[in-house]
């Protein structure tokens, strides 16, 4: 129990001091986080906590359980990027204990250390708490869910070793509670992700009912009752339109690659292979023939895992919208199996093979490559342009964007991290090379996130963003042209509908050519900027890194 404190305090710690620090050290990136975030300063504004607005009208595809998270940092910290961020955080937080007391009740310390560390130390798991997507907590639900499930299931059909002091009820109400949690934070996709696990272990079963019909039906009640906290409530107050539109969202989604979100059929792999470095490349060696474990309900977790991950990598792959975070919920098993590798290899049964060693190089090698050569191109970005055959992209490579070199940094750190990865592996410690590399891995994201994600966004978005942010203290409307974006709507601060126009063609004309009670301000790109040009209603205030900006006057 002492170790059980001191390491789960210890894990938290840990991720306070690395996931709070410079929330707000950048602006919001378009589209997810300035979307959310509003809808979340909504809340605010219009003291509306059941229903979710984007433009100060209802927004069908997210319920609001997120949001209220996020609502409540900004009532404490103020409306921002810190605030929008702050909830993610807290998230880490809370998962990296979590993943620290889990593997310790399912093998031991070291193994909870393992799991703990290889999350905190993967490059998209640790960046994820530091956004301020859903997903960190989205996934934290599922896992919750999923894992209270295995504990009913090794309760009911009795396996041994393992300590489950309460009711097998109990912990089957648990997995229905975290996976209702998980359909009020992002929707059903929690629940079919989980009964779709179940669904590959049982035909891995033989299709023998390890967990009978009524069982299953609690388990789903369980989920239903704590979803209907909120669905129950806006279908009685505002019928089902929520509920349609939201499906219909969905079927979207999965249908189409919506939003220009497209991608190859390999989207995933290569996002887990590359953004989860690290843990990625020991978990590979996990899918293949390894060391079983010497209790039953170790193997029968590791199975699980295995199910799990190959569910949500396949499922998201047949999803046509490809979008990085919708294989997050993989980080789980990844980093689970990771773990497992590392504790045979630290116990002799698995050796640091040649395939392990090329796979950290050649992914290493990858960012190492990125983050020493970005600041090279950065520094003779003019010669890039002509390049770019798209205006905008040209425009993007005017910004003013100071590099000295010292952006290198990161990447040479990590090139002497790696580098002492294998001779303390070798010759020192095997135990201390892992918390090297991962803790020096976390160190890595945090150079790369300082020198580079700012000078990265004053390429990509900030003349837009300042150019809404001037606006905020001025009683005015507000628009985007030609492209979607939501930085007018967070960074303009409308404060009630009509303030500013979002997908609406119509809105759009009235600041075109209706007459005015106060000035309007037009954002758009330079390739879509000729139509607003010809406009004799409008005159051009300014254009900035591929962006032009109009106004009209009152007239």
Same mark, same amino acid.
């Given at each position: 129990m002492q170790d059980t404190n001191k390491y789960s305090l210890g894990f938290a710690l840990l991720g306070a001091l690395f996931f709070i620090p410079f929330l707000g050290g950048v602006h919001l990136f378009d589209w997810d986080e300035v979307n959310f975030a509003e809808i979340s300063r909504e809340m605010l504004i219009l003291k509306d906590f059941t229903r979710v607005h984007v433009n100060f009208e209802p927004f069908f595809q997210k319920p609001p359980f997120f949001f209220w998270l996020q609502a409540g940092a900004m009532a404490i910290f103020g409306i921002g990027d810190f605030a929008a961020r702050f909830p993610n955080a807290v998230c880490g937080i809370i998962t990296?204990?979590? %993943?620290?007391?889990?593997? *310790?009740?399912?093998?031991?310390?070291? !193994?909870?250390?393992? &799991?703990?560390?290889?999350? !905190? =130390?993967?490059?998209?798991?640790? %960046?994820? $708490?530091?956004?301020?997507?859903?997903?960190? &907590?989205?996934? %934290? $639900?599922?896992?919750?869910?999923?894992?209270?499930?295995? /504990? $009913?299931?090794?309760?009911?059909? *009795?396996?041994?070793? @393992?300590?489950?002091?309460?009711?097998? &009820?109990?912990? /089957?109400? %648990? =997995?229905?509670?975290?996976?209702?949690?998980?359909?009020l934070t992002k929707g059903q996709v929690a629940y079919l992700v989980a009964v779709l696990t179940m669904g590959v272990y049982w035909v891995y079963q033989r299709f023998r009912?390890?967990?009978?019909?009524? *069982? $299953?039906?609690?388990?789903? /009640?369980?989920?239903?009752?704590?979803?209907?906290? &909120?669905? =129950?409530? +806006?279908?009685?107050?505002?019928?089902?339109?929520? @509920?349609? +539109? !939201?499906?219909?969202? *969905?079927?979207r989604l999965f249908s189409t690659p919506d939003a220009g979100h497209a991608g190859f059929p390999g989207y995933h792999f290569v996002v887990l292979l590359v953004g989860c470095f690290p843990a990625s490349i020991f978990a590979i060696r996990s899918f293949f023939r390894m060391p079983e474990d010497p209790l039953p309900y170790q193997n029968d977790f590791r199975r699980w895992m295995k199910y799990l991950f190959w569910v949500v990598l396949i499922l998201f792959t047949i999803v046509q919208s490809k979008i990085v975070h919708y294989s997050s919920m993989c980080y789980f098993p990844l980093t689970y199996l990771a773990a497992h590798t590392i504790d045979k290899m630290l116990d002799g049964q698995v050796r640091l093979s040649r395939w392990i060693s090329f796979g950290l190089w050649f992914v290493g090698g990858l960012f190492i490559f990125a983050t020493v050569a970005l600041p090279f191109i950065g520094m003779n970005a003019e010669a890039l342009k002509p390049l770019f055959n798209d205006p905008f992209a040209q425009g993007n490579l005017e910004a003013d964007v100071r590099w000295t070199g010292l952006e290198a940094i990161p990447g040479l750190f990590l090139l002497g991290l790696l580098g002492y990865f294998f001779i303390t592996y070798r010759q020192v410690s095997k135990a201390r090379s892992f918390a090297v590399l991962f803790g020096g891995t976390a160190v890595f994201v945090m150079l790369t996130l300082g020198f580079f994600i700012g000078r990265i966004e004053a390429y990509s978005q900030r003349a837009a963003i300042e150019f809404f942010a001037e606006k905020a203290e001025e009683d005015c409307h507000l628009a985007a042209f030609g492209y979607k974006t939501y930085a007018h709507l967070f960074y303009g601060r409308p404060q009630g509908p009509g303030e500013a126009c979002f997908k609406d063609t119509a809105c759009m004309n009235r600041l075109f050519f209706d007459p005015l009670d106060k000035p309007a301000y037009i954002s758009t790109k330079v390739h879509k900027a000729k139509p607003l040009e010809e406009m004799e209603t409008l005159e051009e205030v300014g254009r900035k890194n591929g962006f032009v900006f109009f106004r009209r006057k009152v007239r």
């Open positions: 990296l204990p979590l %993943l620290f007391r889990m593997g *310790q009740r399912l093998k031991d310390t070291r !193994f909870g250390i393992l &799991w703990a560390g290889a999350y !905190f =130390g993967s490059i998209l798991p640790f %960046l994820y $708490f530091k956004s301020g997507i859903i997903d960190p &907590w989205f996934n %934290l $639900f599922i896992f919750l869910g999923l894992y209270y499930f295995i /504990l $009913f299931h090794w309760k009911k059909n *009795q396996y041994s070793n @393992i300590v489950l002091d309460k009711r097998m &009820w109990w912990y /089957l109400f %648990l =997995g229905g509670f975290w996976i209702g949690m998980g359909i009912f390890y967990v009978n019909v009524p *069982q $299953f039906l609690f388990f789903t /009640l369980s989920a239903t009752i704590v979803s209907l906290i &909120w669905y =129950g409530v +806006e279908t009685l107050q505002n019928g089902p339109k929520f @509920i349609y +539109e !939201f499906n219909k969202y *969905q079927y």
